[in-house]
C-alpha cells in the first residue's frame, strides 16, 4: 500500500521537474542570449533608421518635434533625395569617392601583400621586427602626420586633386593589411611553396600560383578594409582636396550642404544614407571571407 501510495507522488514530482527545467532553460535563453542580442542590433542599426527617417521627412516634420513624432513619419517626401542627386554634386563626389577608394584599396593590397609575403616567407633577419615596425606604423596618429604630406604632396603638384588621396591612404592602408597578411601567410603549410621550389618555381610564380590563390579569404578582407577606410576617411580628403568638384561623399556633405549656421538635415541624412550603402553591400557580400580571414591572422 505504501509503494502503492507512493508511485503517484513520485510520477508529479518527476514531471514538475522536466516544466520547470525547461522554464529556466528558455528563461536563461531569454535573458542571456535574445535580450543582449535585441538591445546590441537596436543599438547598431538605430542611427541608419534615424538617417532613413530623416532622409524621408518633409522639413515641417524635422522642424517642429511638438506635432510630429520624431521617431516616425507622417507625410512621406522624396525631395531631399531629389535636391541631393539634381541640385548638387552629389553624384560627383560618389564617383570621386569610388575612384578615390578601389585606386587606394588596390595600390594598398599590391604593396601589403609582397611586404607581407617578404616578410613571412623569405625570413630574412630581422624579419619579425619588420613586421612588428610596419604595424606600429598604422598607430600613428593621421592628424600628426597630414602637415609633412601636405608639403609633400604641394612640393610634387598633387594639391586638390584626387590622385592625392589615392597616393596618401596607403600610409595607413598597408601597415593593417600587412599585419593581416601575415597571419594568414602563417596558416597556409609551408610544404607547399618547397615542393615548388624543388621542381624550379620561382618565388615570384610560387605567390602567383600557390600563395595568393590560398589566400584570397585574407586579400578579400584586407581589401574590404582598405575599401572602408578609404571611404570613409575624413582629415586627409580635408586638408588635400578645396574645389567642389573633387570633394570625397563625407568632406562634401558636410561642407557643401552646411551653409554659414544653416544645416539642410534632410539632404545631409540622405547623402550619408546613400554613401554607406556601397560598404555595407561589401560587407554583406564577402563576411564569411572576412571572419575566416581574421580568425587566421589571430590564431597564429
Known amino acids: 500500500m505504501t509503494d502503492v501510495a507512493a508511485q503517484p507522488g513520485n510520477s508529479n514530482v518527476a514531471s514538475a521537474t522536466p516544466d520547470t527545467m525547461a522554464w529556466d532553460s528558455r528563461a536563461r535563453r531569454v535573458t542571456m542570449i535574445y535580450l543582449p542580442l535585441a538591445c546590441f542590433v537596436l543599438i547598431l542599426l538605430f542611427p541608419f533608421y534615424w538617417m532613413a527617417i530623416t532622409s524621408f521627412k518633409p522639413n515641417a516634420e524635422l522642424l517642429n518635434y511638438k506635432e510630429h513624432n520624431p521617431f516616425w ?18 553624384p560627383t563626389w560618389l564617383k570621386t569617392t569610388m575612384f578615390v577608394a578601389i585606386g587606394s584599396t588596390f595600390l ?5 601583400t ?3 609575403y617578404a616578410i613571412e616567407r623569405l625570413r630574412f633577419r630581422g624579419s619579425p621586427y619588420v613586421g612588428l615596425g ?9 592628424s600628426i602626420l597630414f602637415i609633412p604630406l601636405a608639403t609633400v604632396i604641394v612640393q610634387f603638384g598633387l594639391f586638390d586633386s584626387p590622385l592625392a588621396l589615392i597616393l596618401v591612404y596607403p600610409t595607413f ?9 601575415i597571419g594568414y601567410f602563417k596558416s597556409i603549410p609551408y610544404e607547399l611553396e618547397e615542393c615548388a621550389l624543388v621542381d624550379g618555381a620561382t618565388r ?9 590563390p590560398l589566400a584570397v579569404p585574407g586579400l578579400i578582407s584586407a581589401g574590404i578594409f582598405s575599401f572602408t ?19 570625397t561623399v563625407p568632406v562634401a556633405i558636410l561642407t557643401e550642404l552646411v551653409t554659414g549656421d544653416v ?3 534632410g539632404a545631409l541624412m540622405a547623402g550619408s544614407l546613400l554613401g554607406s550603402l556601397p560598404v555595407a553591400l561589401f560587407y554583406s557580400l564577402f563576411v564569411d571571407y572576412y571572419v575566416s580571414s581574421l580568425t587566421g591572422a589571430v590564431k597564429e
Open 204 to 212: 615570384l610564380q610560387i605567390l602567383r600560383r600557390i600563395t595568393l
Open 173 to 181: 592602408l598597408v601597415p593593417f593589411c600587412t599585419w593581416l597578411l
Open 229 to 247: 577606410l578609404s571611404w570613409n576617411e575624413f582629415i586627409y580628403a580635408l586638408a588635400f582636396i578645396q574645389s567642389g568638384a573633387n570633394k
Open 134 to 142: 610596419i604595424y606600429l606604423a598604422y598607430l600613428v596618429p593621421p
Open 114 to 116: 609582397l611586404a607581407a
Open 263 to 265: 544645416y539642410q538635415w
Open 73 to 90: 513619419i507622417s507625410s512621406p517626401t522624396l525631395a531631399h533625395i531629389k535636391h541631393l542627386l539634381f541640385n548638387t554634386a552629389y
Open 108 to 112: 594598398s593590397l599590391f604593396a601589403s
